[in-house]
């Protein structure tokens, strides 16, 4: 099956500071890729939907400036989190999407924004 | 809008004991996917099984099948001879059939699966 991988795993920052995750794919080209959030014994919540040279399509109630999404290759799409603050402490996930519409998931990054 | 929707918060099986998961959808569309997805406790997503709209056989994968109705928009997983293995959470999901940022994932909001000696 397809590989998905996120760097880093997980990541501890202080609040104000700036974190970027990057989601690759890594044995196939990603016609889009989406990022998720989950909470907690949450379910995923879409974030942001993104084709490589385009802008992201963010979802409703997600704050286009504080969540940066670039989509630089077909292989690589990055989330940065700016200015974090405690309550951006979450579990983000990506996912890639071939042309085949199969669609795979990173392993997820742990932010704690302290 | 679809929505997706998992009314068993949590649901518990003896091992090789079979249980059977409940999804239910709304869409006004008449084409679409459906996934069933297993969240262990390692966070990484793993795709369980998925059924076209368009297909009226029921997808089966090994031990795992669903029972998809599409007039009542109902889409529930069967799990066979449960083992230690498949306590996990595991989300419902629907998807478009249409291509690019159109199409994503709604997920439901899971089903905590336990699985007991």
């Known amino acids: 099956g397809a590989v998905v991988s996120q760097h880093p795993s997980r990541v501890i920052c202080k609040s104000g500071t700036s974190v970027k995750i990057e989601c690759r794919s890594l044995?196939?080209?990603?016609?889009?890729m989406f990022w998720y959030r989950q909470f907690p014994k949450q379910s995923l919540m879409l974030m942001a939907t993104?084709?490589?040279?385009?802008?992201?399509?963010?979802e409703q109630g997600v704050e286009k400036d504080k969540f940066l999404i670039n989509h630089a290759s077909l292989t690589l799409s990055t989330l940065t989190v700016t200015s974090a603050h405690p309550e951006d402490s979450s579990f983000y996930i990506c996912?890639?999407?071939?042309?085949?519409?199969?669609?795979?998931f990173g392993p997820g990054t742990r932010l704690t924004v302290l | 809008a679809q929505t997706v929707t998992q009314s068993q918060p949590e649901m518990s099986v003896q091992e090789a004991e079979t249980v059977t998961l409940s999804c239910t959808y709304d869409?006004?569309?008449?084409?679409?996917?459906l996934f069933w997805y297993k969240q262990p406790p390692s966070r990484q997503m793993i795709l369980v099984i998925r059924?076209?709209?368009?297909?009226?056989q029921n997808a089966t994968e090994n031990r795992f099948s669903v029972n998809f109705q599409k007039a009542a928009k109902s889409f529930s997983l069967k799990i066979s001879d449960s083992q230690l293995g498949d306590a996990a959470m595991y989300f419902c999901?629907?998807?478009?059939?249409?291509?690019?940022?159109?199409?994503?994932?709604?997920f439901g909001t899971g089903t905590r699966l336990q699985v007991t000696l």
């Open positions: 993104s084709n490589e040279g385009s802008k992201a399509t963010y």
């Open positions: 869409t006004s569309e008449s084409d679409y996917y």
């Open positions: 044995d196939f080209q990603a016609t889009t």
């Open positions: 059924q076209e709209a368009y297909k009226q």
């Open positions: 999901a629907y998807r478009s059939p249409n291509t690019g940022t159109a199409s994503k994932l709604t």
């Open positions: 996912s890639a999407r071939r042309t085949s519409n199969e669609q795979f």
